[in-house]
């Protein structure tokens, strides 16, 4: 490639940055990558909340109490067993109750207790006296968080937020010229057809990437705020927990590189932009139903191989369903990341082929 070939195509870059960035009917993009760091910032809220309201409930013990306190509690135990190891219930519930029977004039009280160690909280269940049930709860945990994250990642995110954020990006890249009657100054200017989609196309990555990288970074940072510090300490400096939210980075800018390829190939070869995004929407929902061959053929296939939390599925979980949530056949990380570049490269090689022997015809667009 001459450098001036390499002149024009950041010209270009510099010329359509500023306009995906800004143009009025991509917005919606926004609010897309935005969605799902307002969920994590809301849990992150309602969290933090109940982790307050366990350390004000711990403040009013009548002494300090600890997890082995509170799991030392069983059924059958009377009301003043579990004073003399609790002390006195910062919150209490009683009512009463017609014991069973329709003749029966039997009064049953029936007591609800609730204490708390800062961080565990533990509700105890009483009639007539005796404990007949107890709930021991704690707050969210860093590895469910992680896990909640990786789901919401793989279902919501790459396949929805990323593919449709994407679709709106580099469909419009030339499609957007056309409705705008405009492409004809790119194809009178002295600047090859292939050059002038290379820098499309590396303009839209670049816009697509800030956006949804951006929106990647402040998830981690949402979902971290409602962790532990001391926890959230440990997996980052002695767990991998950098390493996690680069491979997260990462995989967010390989879904840009693959549905970019293919939806600015669409926008050069299809006039209406539902009909290809749902076919590709549909064959990527498939992939784990596909042949093994057919698998590879696919972005999503490469992208969940390189997620570094596999979601578990339920032991009640439909086998079906099981098998859209695993991913029985991961491949490593070079040949998932060489396959990302190789099929988005093929589909930009075939594109050049078509943009060099597109006309434009602004009345019948």
Same mark, same amino acid.
């Given at each position: 490639m001459t450098p001036v070939w390499w002149a024009q195509i950041i010209a270009v870059i510099r010329l359509e940055t500023k306009k995906t960035f800004f143009a009025k009917r991509g917005l919606w993009v926004y609010l897309l990558a935005l969605m799902p760091v307002v969920l994590f910032l809301g849990h992150a809220i309602v969290v933090g909340h109940q982790n307050q309201a366990r350390v004000r409930?711990?403040?009013k013990n009548e002494r300090p109490l600890t997890h082995q306190d509170l799991a030392g509690i069983a059924n059958g135990m009377t009301r003043q067993e579990v004073i003399q190891r609790l002390g006195k219930t910062p919150v209490a519930y009683s009512?009463?109750?017609?014991?069973?029977?329709?003749?029966?004039?039997?009064?049953?009280?029936?007591?609800?207790?609730?204490?708390?160690?800062?961080?565990?909280?533990?509700?105890?269940?009483?009639?007539?006296?005796?404990?007949?049930?107890?709930?021991?709860?704690?707050?969210?945990?860093?590895?469910?968080?992680?896990?909640?994250?990786?789901g919401v990642f793989q279902f919501f995110y790459l396949r929805l937020a990323v593919f449709f954020g994407c679709l709106g990006i580099f469909m419009n890249l030339f499609r957007g010229e056309l409705l705008d009657k405009s492409l004809h100054f790119y194809f009178l200017a002295p600047i090859r057809r292939d050059i002038l989609m290379a820098g499309k196309y590396l303009a839209g990555l670049v816009a697509a990437t800030v956006i949804f990288t951006?929106?990647?970074?402040?998830?981690?940072?949402?979902?971290?705020?409602?962790?532990?510090?001391?926890a959230l300490n440990a997996y980052l400096y002695h767990g991998h927990g950098f390493a996690d939210g680069l491979s997260y980075l990462g995989i967010t800018l390989l879904a840009c590189v693959g549905y970019g390829s293919f939806f600015l190939a669409a926008?050069?070869?299809?006039?209406?932009?539902?009909?290809?995004? @749902? #076919? /590709?929407?549909i064959w990527?929902? $498939?992939?784990? %139903?596909?042949?093994?061959?057919?698998q590879k053929i696919s972005i999503i296939y490469y992208l969940k191989s390189?997620?570094?939390?596999?979601?578990?599925?339920?032991?009640?979980?439909?086998?079906?369903?099981?098998?859209?949530?695993?991913?029985?056949?991961?491949?490593s990380a070079p040949?998932?990341? @060489? #396959? /990302?570049?190789?099929?988005?490269? $093929?589909?930009? %090689?075939?594109?050049?082929?078509?943009?060099?022997?597109?006309?434009?015809?602004?009345?019948?667009?």
């Open positions: 409930l711990a403040s009512w009463d109750e017609r014991g069973d029977g329709p003749n029966s004039s039997r009064i049953v009280v029936h007591d609800t207790y609730e204490y708390s160690d800062g961080v565990f909280e533990l509700y105890i269940r009483m009639e007539g006296g005796k404990v007949t049930g107890t709930t021991l709860g704690d707050g969210e945990t860093l590895g469910e968080d992680s896990m909640v994250f990786a951006t929106s990647t970074a402040l998830q981690i940072i949402a979902l971290a705020w409602s962790v532990d510090p001391n926008g050069l070869l299809f006039r209406n932009p539902i009909l290809p995004a @749902a #076919g /590709v929407l990527e929902a $498939l992939n784990p %139903f596909l042949p093994a061959v057919l390189l997620c570094p939390v596999e979601v578990p599925a339920d032991p009640g979980t439909h086998p079906l369903v099981a098998l859209f949530i695993s991913n029985p056949d991961p491949i040949i998932a990341i @060489a #396959g /990302v570049i190789m099929v988005s490269l $093929l589909v930009l %090689f075939v594109s050049s082929f078509k943009v060099r022997r597109m006309e434009i015809n602004y009345t019948t667009e």
